[in-house]
Nanobody, 125 residues
Framework: QVRLVESGGGSVQAGGSLTLSCAYSGYTYNYYLCWFRQAPGKEREGVGTMNIGADVTSYADSVKGRFTISRDSTKNILYIQMNSLKPEDTALYYC???????????????????WGQGTQVTVSS
């Protein structure tokens, strides 16, 4: 069982920055931890993922160069630093964990087993 708790959401103006945190617990050896987001009326979108065994990250094209995933292994916290935020980044952001991730499907929600409750990010123009 893996538990995930997101925090750090809020409201920011376009061009601003925000950092979200995901505190994870349980057996996560060689898991993938992924950030997803879902805007009203839209499908859940994978934003970026990290294999915490290898510290390898991968990002969606829509956020590449603006968002950075990192983690503090001593505190079991996954971060996503979001810069140059746009109104279209407004969504509920989720942290998810999965152990048997097919690389080509690494940003698909169906690959992930455990989910946090989400934290809202609102970017105003």
């Amino acid at each position: 069982q893996v538990r995930l708790v997101e925090s750090g959401g809020g409201s920011v103006q376009a061009g601003g920055s925000l950092t979200l945190s995901c505190a994870y617990s349980g057996y996560t050896y060689n898991y993938y931890l992924c950030w997803f987001r879902q805007a009203p009326g839209k499908e859940r979108e994978g934003v970026g993922t990290m294999n915490i065994g290898a510290d390898v990250t991968s990002y969606a094209d829509s956020v590449k160069g603006r968002f950075t995933i990192s983690r503090d292994s001593t505190k079991n916290i996954l971060y996503i630093q979001m810069n140059s935020l746009k109104p279209e980044d407004t969504a509920l952001y989720y942290c998810a964990a999965g152990s048997s991730i097919r690389w080509e499907w690494k940003l698909f929600a169906s690959e992930y087993t455990y989910w946090g409750q989400g934290t809202q990010v609102t970017v105003s123009s």
